[in-house]
């Protein structure tokens, strides 16, 4: 495959790795590579499930349609119940307006992005660490979402909200419940997250999908560099680095010592 695609790793991957042909790379960026995520993911729900703690998801935004309103927690249980779910929407007005968003891409050829919404109740406090940068748990809970392909954003709990709010707008005020023996919370804009550490409220994480390419939707909007031209062709880019005997030997582009570093920088180490 000599002619990338923008928006996929294509044209970034071969000349970061040197390769001749873009299918090295797409084969290893495939969102193929989730089909085992996912299976240990069910794991991982069924574990959590022992101790009390579900994980249920749905679709909250299609396109520009998007549901209005927080989504109760009943809701998310009763569509994942249902036997047949057309776009995972718990309110049937907007799934339906999804559902044209939807069919106009279809009939026109387009694509269209959206947002899923990930909720885990019953967590208890204090999973996860304030210490380091990498213990924290909204951190790695935001790397393993946004490593999801076409996953270009991560928000946790009412994070735009609060970015365009005054602070006294959206805290989560803390009171104690003497006859439960514990802290509650007025309402969890916060996601269930604080200083990288469960507080004991749901934890609620969304992703942010992007719009894949498609060559119908390209050609109307600028058409992807023409493979015959220097710039736009892979194979153009083995003729002005020079013969590119580097060859694909088994991997999709794994990095061994140094490999995952740019070629240019490598270079500078290495003379």
Avoid at 35 to 53: D, H, Q, S, Y
Avoid at 174 to 181: F, G, K, P
Wanted: one cysteine or more; charged letters at 25%.
């Amino acid at each position: 495959m000599t002619r990338p695609r923008p928006g996929h790793a294509d044209l970034a991957g071969a000349i970061k790795y040197d390769f001749h042909d873009a299918r090295y790379v797409l084969e290893r960026a495939s969102a193929r590579e989730t089909a085992a995520r996912v299976a240990v993911g069910a794991l991982a729900k069924a574990l959590l499930g022992e101790f009390g703690i579900p994980v249920l998801s749905h679709v909250i935004a299609v396109g520009p349609v998007r549901l209005q309103r927080a989504a109760a927690w009943n809701e998310i249980v009763a569509l994942s119940r249902r036997p047949e779910v057309l776009l995972g929407c718990v309110d049937a007005e907007t799934e339906v307006r999804m559902k044209a968003v939807v069919d106009e891409a279809y009939r026109t050829g387009d694509t269209v992005g959206g947002v899923f919404e990930v909720v885990a109740r019953g967590v208890p406090v204090g999973l996860g660490s304030h210490a380091t940068w990498d213990s924290r748990l909204d951190g790695r809970l935001a790397q393993a979402i946004v490593s999801i392909q076409a996953v270009k954003g991560v928000e946790i709990g009412c994070a735009a909200e609060g970015a365009a709010s005054f602070g006294s707008k959206v805290q989560d005020t803390i009171r104690y419940d003497r006859e439960a023996r514990r802290f509650m919370r007025g309402a969890n804009r916060a996601g269930g997250l604080e200083g990288g550490i469960t507080n004991g409220q749901d934890v609620v994480v969304r992703g942010l999908l992007k719009p894949i390419f498609h060559a119908a939707a390209a050609a109307r909007v600028g058409r992807p560099a023409n493979p015959r031209t220097r710039a736009g062709s892979l194979r153009a880019l083995r003729r002005v680095r020079g013969s590119g005997r580097r060859r694909h030997r088994g991997g999709h582009g794994g990095d061994g010592a140094g490999a995952g570093l740019p070629r240019e920088v490598r270079r500078r180490f290495t003379r």
